[in-house]
Each structure stands twice: as structure tokens, then as C-alpha cells.
């Protein structure tokens, strides 16, 4: 043979086998492999939220993989997949985000691996600090429907005992609590507070904190100041004297701000209807009296039946105070009601565009079978019909529509702080104030998938529920979840006839006269048995 041809053959054959000798090499090391770290071309980052970690990345490595894995350590600063933490699967190898929504309140350490059979490719590990901040609570609260609300932020573990404290004197109220401060425990996994001990015409500043003793209260929230101008019980100037309750009068007052005037509206039920009531009224005593003094005034009202008085005697920017009693005709006054307190908005009176409600008329009412109450909704200022002077009373009227006119009816002063984005469909459109009121009150919920679909159409059912709940119509028992909605109407003779399925679409006539039989106590127009007729 060849010596050249042997040297040849000898040098590929030394070649070949050290080739294999690496290779048998490569593979051991692959046992116990220590992957290498892409910090340039696989960077993570990560960005705390209130709720959430978010961590970035850039998912480019040099060979195909099955996916990535992220991971978690709180010992660790430089977790490694599989040996420390918890690690999470990304299913979907092109992802560049990964949201940790379970991250504990700690110091925490991630890292993002590129996961393959043979192969593993780690970024560089991120840490963030997890911890609660210094002050953990944040309140925000409004007045509205006889009560003051409390909602807050909790950052932090969520099963700590919390405690609102409230002054009516002190404008930062601490614990342990000082005069003239009270406290209120919040039971566990609660959301908001409604603090219905309260009285008209004062002003309450409130704080939370989580409480770790008797003595001892920390993190302490921001502090909110709260004037609850619209209530239903008694106030005076007696701090002594407990709250009067509803069920201890024997008349109930109650009232609604149109765009000239205050409609008030009563109840009796002292028994023998008494000659005649008298309204009390003050911008200057939060308990108006009879005789009147002290800026005082009053009025006779001797149809007992009427129970109604409008009062356009006011000026905007003014807190005025009501109250009504039992008339003698011997210029004596018994059994006073509660008092109602208003803040007159510093528009009011001004034309806003609007009609004049004691005037015009709609276009297209006329001999209409809701006329009246359509012309009621009117007079009351609680509808303005179209451009051309027609309401529409055959029309369809949708969610957001019955809500308004509902709204700004009962509570037209109540707006002013409301947060918009209360639903997915509900931003910061002119209607979101109504919506998101409504929803704070607890008057509506909205639908599963976290919209309200303000354009839609409202069905009867869904009408009926809003309705009890807005007026306080007692709700009776029922076997479907709006059963007791529909009979606290029906009952009351308060479903015109020309509703005939639980589920039609109501028109704007028909909602006229649901909202005018409710607030008249009309029981005397032709009305639907619904429930028992769809059953």
C-alpha cells in the first residue's frame, strides 16, 4: 500500500475518532448541563402594578423551542428552573409578556428560560420589591340617598381587621379615637361602608386604618370630609339626642330638585288626618320650627290628600332645610316628620336650554293614553322631550334614557364625584354619571361579562327591578330573581295594560306612567296582572 495513501487513511481515521471522543464529550456535558445566559438577545424586565406583575421579554434564541418557563423565587436572587421557585408554563413559544397575578407581598426574583428536550436558554434575572407601601389604604367616599359611602384601595393582605373612624369634629380622626370620633368594623373581604347614622346639614371626616390592637391602628388612610345635605332622619342641635328612624314618624318627608323648583311630597300615617300640614322651611336653622323664627318660614297646605308642595322660591348655591307637621288650625303644630335637606346647585334657574315645564307642552301627547303622566314627567322637569317639541311616547327608551330621567329626579345633586369606567361599555361618555351612580348605589349590576349595554332597549323585568329598587318599593318573595320586582308593582296597580310579556321592551310612554303612578300612588288606572298571566 501506499506510505503516503496509509498516512492519509491513518490521519482521517485520528480525526474521526477524536470527533467521536468530542461528541461522547458534548454529550456528558449535556447531563449535567449549565445553561448559558442571553442577557443581550433574551432581556427581561418587570414592572409592579397595584394588582399585578408584568414581565417582559425578548423571545429570541438561536434554535427552535417547546416554550418558555418562567421563574419565581423569594430566597433565591438568581432562580434557576427546575431547582428553586415556582415556575409557570408559557404555552405559546412567540409570548413576550407574562402577567403574575398571585405574586406575594414580598421581595421576589423571576427569571424567563427557554425550555427544549436538549437544550435551555435563561435570560437575566429581574427582582422586585412586592411589599405593601407605608400607606396601604386609600378612601374616597361621596354622599347620596340618605347615606355617606366609603370605598377603598387595600394594598397589602386583605385579611386584616379594618376599622373606619369618624369625627364630626376633628378633620384627621386617629385612633384610639378621641372625642366626638366612632368607629366601625369592616368585616372581612367588605368592599365599601355605607354609614347611615348620619344627620342633614353637617359635616363628617372619616379615616381607615387596619387595626392591630386596642391601642394600636396602622397603616391610617388619607382623610375625606363628607357634607350630607340629603337625609332621612331628624337633626338638631342635641348631640344627645339618637337618630330619629323613619319608623318612628308619624309623616315622611321626601323631595326632588327640578331645573326651577323642589317638588316635596309626604306621607301620613299618624292615623286621624289632622285639619291640615304645615312646610317648614330654613336656609339658616337645620330644624326649621312653627312658629317661625330664627329666618323660618312656613306654609299652610290644608288638602290633606295632597301631600305635595312645589317650592320655587329658591336660589342656587343654597342649602335649604324642610320639614312638615300636623296642623291644628289653632296655629299649633304637632308630630313633626324628619327633616329633608337640599343643596340648591348654583345653576338652578338658569334656562340650560331646557323649556319651561309650566308652559309648553309636548307636540305629540296630546289625547295620547299617557298623556297625563307624560305631561307630569314634564311639569316635574324630569324630561325635556326633542328639538322638534316631541316626546316620542311610542318609542322604545333604552337603559341609559331610563336611568337619567330616574337619576336626575331623586338624586340631581349626588353627580358631581362620580368615577367614570364604571363598566367595560361605560367610559367617560356624557350618560357615565347616571350609569355609575346608579351601580355605586347598588340600583343596578350590569351583565356577566362586565358591560351594561347602555344602547339597548330595557325590557319590563329589567324596568321593574330598577324601579323597586330606586323608589324603595318593598320587595316581595318570588321564585324567579325578578318575581318579587314585578309583584311589588303589580300589587300596586302601577303596570299600565298595554304591557303584555315579562319581557317586552317598554316605551317611553309606558315608562312615564310606571314613574308617575309610583311617585302619586296612583292606583286607580287600568293595570296588568303580569305574573300571573306568563305563568
Known amino acids: ?48 402594578g397595584e394588582d399585578a406583575i408584568t414581565l417582559n421579554f425578548n423571545p429570541y434564541v438561536p434554535t427552535p423551542f417547546d416554550g418558555y418557563k418562567i421563574v419565581r423565587s423569594q430566597n433565591v436572587e438568581d432562580p434557576f428552573f427546575p431547582e428553586n421557585g415556582p415556575h409557570f408554563q408559557l404555552d405559546d413559544i412567540n409570548a413576550t409578556t407574562y402577567v403574575d397575578d ?24 429581574v427582582t422586585v420589591d412586592n411589599t405593601p407601601e407605608a400607606n396601604a389604604i386609600t378612601i374616597k367616599g361621596r354622599h347620596g340617598a340618605g347615606k355617606n359611602k366609603l370605598e377603598w384601595r387595600l394594598l397589602g393582605h386583605d385579611d386584616e381587621d379594618l376599622v373606619v373612624i369618624r369625627s364630626t369634629e376633628r378633620k384627621e380622626p386617629d385612633y384610639p379615637l378621641e372625642t366626638e370620633e366612632v368607629e366601625f368594623d369592616i368585616p372581612r373581604g367588605e368592599e365599601y361602608f355605607e354609614d347611615k347614622d348620619i344627620r342633614a346639614g353637617r359635616k363628617y371626616f372619616y379615616r381607615m386604618c387596619k387595626r392591630r390592637n386596642l391601642d394600636f391602628c396602622d397603616p391610617i388612610s388619607n382623610n375625606i370630609e363628607i ?26 318627608l321626601g323631595g326632588h330638585l327640578s331645573h326651577n323648583h323642589l317638588r316635596l311630597y309626604w306621607r301620613y300615617s299618624g292615623g286621624e288626618a289632622p285639619f291640615g300640614f304645615k312646610v317648614n322651611k330654613s336656609a339658616v ?3 326649621p320650627s312653627y312658629p317661625p323664627s330664627h329666618g323660618d318660614t312656613s306654609r299652610t297646605v290644608s288638602d290633606v290628600d295632597r301631600g305635595t308642595l312645589k317650592d320655587y322660591e329658591l336660589e342656587g348655591g343654597t342649602v335649604y332645610y324642610y320639614n312638615v307637621c300636623q296642623y291644628d288650625g289653632e296655629s299649633n303644630c304637632h308630630s313633626y316628620s324628619n327633616t329633608y335637606a337640599i343643596r340648591v346647585p348654583g345653576y338652578f334657574g338658569s334656562d340650560r336650554g331646557g323649556r319651561d315645564s309650566r308652559r309648553d307642552r309636548f307636540t305629540d301627547t296630546e289625547d295620547h293614553r299617557f298623556e297625563e303622566s307624560v305631561e307630569y314627567l314634564l311639569d316635574e322637569s324630569m324630561v325635556e322631550g326633542y328639538e322638534d317639541g316631541s316626546y316620542k311616547p311610542d318609542q322604545e327608551i333604552n337603559r341609559v334614557e331610563f336611568l337619567k330621567i330616574l337619576v336626575e329626579s331623586k338624586y340631581p345633586n349626588s353627580l358631581d364625584d362620580i368615577e367614570p369606567n364604571c363598566f367595560e361599555d361605560v367610559a367617560d361618555e356624557w350618560f357615565y354619571p347616571y350609569v355609575c351612580f346608579s351601580k355605586e348605589e347598588s ?8 358591560t351594561f349595554k347602555p344602547a339597548d332597549p330595557i325590557n319590563f323585568v329589567e324596568a321593574s327591578k330598577i324601579l323597586a329598587e330606586f323608589y324603595g318599593l318593598e320587595n316581595a318573595n318570588g321564585s324567579e330573581w325578578y318575581s318579587g320586582y ?21 316605551s317611553r310612554g309606558e315608562m312615564a306612567e310606571m314613574v308617575w303612578r309610583i311617585l302619586e300612588e296612583r292606583e286607580d288606572q287600568p293595570y296588568k296582572e303580569i305574573l300571573e298571566e306568563n305563568h
Open 227 to 252: 357634607f350630607s345635605y340629603l337625609v332621612g332622619g331628624d337633626d338638631d342641635d342635641d348631640d344627645d339626642e339618637e337618630p330619629v328612624t323613619l319608623d318612628d314618624l308619624d309623616i315622611w
Open 285 to 287: 336653622r337645620n330644624k
Open 1 to 48: 500500500m501506499n506510505k503516503k495513501f496509509v498516512q492519509i487513511i491513518g490521519l482521517l481515521v485520528g480525526v474521526t475518532a477524536a470527533g467521536a471522543n468530542a461528541l461522547a464529550l458534548k454529550t456528558a456535558e449535556e447531563v449535567t448541563y449549565n445553561p448559558p445566559v442571553f442577557v443581550e438577545s433574551f432581556n427581561l424586565t418587570a414592572d409592579k
Open 486 to 506: 314585578v309583584r311589588s308593582l303589580e300589587d300596586r296597580k302601577y303596570i299600565p295594560e298595554t304591557i303584555e310579556e315579562l319581557d317586552d321592551d317598554i
Open 102 to 125: 398571585e405574586a406575594p407581598k414580598e421581595i421576589l426574583h423571576y427569571k424567563v428560560c427557554a425550555i427544549s428536550d436538549l437544550d435551555r436558554y435563561c435570560s437575566n434575572a
Open 443 to 450: 340600583i343596578i349590576q350590569g351583565y356577566p361579562d362586565g
